[in-house]
């Protein structure tokens, strides 16, 4: 493909990780096609620095605040998810970030743009200055707000999202493509791999649950289910707690006696230890869901909070591949049943299997790329004119 020195702009936003690391994967896919000319920007801190943070910390407090009955963004997101694209709210929302926008644009002059988190203002902008805007919606389930009647392209997890998009908002066919969520391309080498290197240990026939450890808004929650499976089943524990030093703490302390269970901080090469586990629990954002999707990993989630969360961990029970506890209780006693029944992994694996579509990277920066050619030939036709 001659394209030479394509500029691509990619925009995130830092509520959760998941936008960070899908811009961050389609940054690999491009550079593993030596494209270097790249702009990873997060607009609404760029635009509205403000209100970003205090969204962004609202939006951190919302898995407290739900567990305690105050589940004030799963409100929002539900009386927002079918509100209509050319209605007022959206024409409201979308006039945030469009000064920086517009002035990024002029600036960087990318050959395309593509998003990862629902800012209106984007296909507007790609539009006056005809340039092809992508979203890559970052969810197993769809809100209004992704949707852009002047977007070029859809690249979305499912068949079930892409229908969604065409039936219920009239996007064309063509425009909408189904490739999963980018993750990092480790996971990808790690699923493919024979054996995956770990550094966690575990005796033989013995299965290993992994537990992200900060999942859990409660502490003591954490605590009873450990202590639940080790009543139960005969079992290995790795508890990864992230950077909550504090938790870690906390945590080897309680289990300083107790062989099974092994408390782990930041996890660098989490892709190896996944893989080498019988069944993850976790949260259900988009990007952690794929990322075990990719690995084949059956997953269990805890009370998943409202909105998109929930909506993820409804697409995967309903699509076989985990399950959802609404206590502690019930998560001890799905886990086990499940560790007791080699079948169930089976099922789960298979689900999986049918449901991946490859490399979600690779194949929407190939299909960026052929876009930008397109639109290249497309400018040295003699009858071309700008979109405005």
């Excluded at 930041?266 to 019988?278: D, T």
């Amino acid at each position: 493909m001659n394209i030479r020195h394509p500029r691509i702009l990619i925009l995130t936003a830092g509520y959760g990780e998941g936008h960070l690391q899908v811009s961050r994967a389609l940054k690999q896919g491009f550079l593993s096609k030596q494209i270097y000319d790249l702009h990873i920007v997060d607009l609404m801190k760029e635009a509205h620095p403000i209100l970003n943070s205090v969204s962004s910390r609202l939006y951190r407090m919302s898995a407290y605040s739900s567990q305690l009955g105050l589940d004030y963004y799963g409100w929002s997101y539900y009386m927002t998810r079918d509100t209509s694209p050319a209605g007022s709210l959206h024409r409201y929302l979308n006039v945030i970030g469009k000064r920086k926008m517009l002035e990024m644009t002029e600036s960087v002059r990318p050959d395309a743009i593509i998003n990862t988190f629902p800012f209106g203002a984007v296909t507007e902008t790609g539009r006056r200055f005809s340039i092809p805007t992508s979203t890559v919606i970052t969810d197993y389930a769809l809100h209004s707000r992704w949707v852009h009647p002047e977007t070029d392209k859809y690249y979305v997890a499912t068949e079930t999202l892409k229908n969604e998009l065409i039936r219920t908002y009239g996007v064309a066919q063509d425009r909408v493509r189904v490739t999963g969520i980018p993750v990092r391309t480790a996971f990808y080498h790690t699923a493919n791999a024979a054996e995956a290197s770990v550094s966690v240990e575990t005796g033989p026939g013995r299965h290993r649950v992994l537990i992200m450890a900060g999942c859990f808004a409660v502490f003591h929650h954490v605590v009873e289910l450990v202590q639940q499976l080790l009543r139960k089943e005969d079992c290995d524990i790795v508890l990864v707690c992230g950077r909550h030093s504090r938790m870690v703490a906390k945590l080897r302390s309680l289990f300083s006696n107790s062989p099974a269970v092994n408390v782990l901080g930041y996890v660098e090469r989490l892709h190896e230890l996944m893989a080498s586990s019988a069944c993850i629990v976790t949260k259900a954002g988009g990007v952690t869901l794929s990322e075990a999707l990719v690995l084949k990993l059956p997953v269990f989630i805890f009370k998943p909070y409202g909105g998109q969360e929930r909506e993820n961990a409804r697409f995967f029970k309903r699509s076989g591949l985990g399950d959802i506890a609404h206590d502690i209780r019930e998560l001890g006693e799905k886990i086990v049943r499940f560790l007791r029944d080699p079948a169930a992994s089976d099922r789960i694996r298979n689900n999986m299997t049918i449901l991946h579509n490859g490399e979600a990277a690779e194949q929407i920066v190939e299909d960026t790329l052929l876009t930008i050619e397109e639109q290249r030939d497309l400018r040295r036709s003699p009858h071309f004119t700008a979109r405005k």
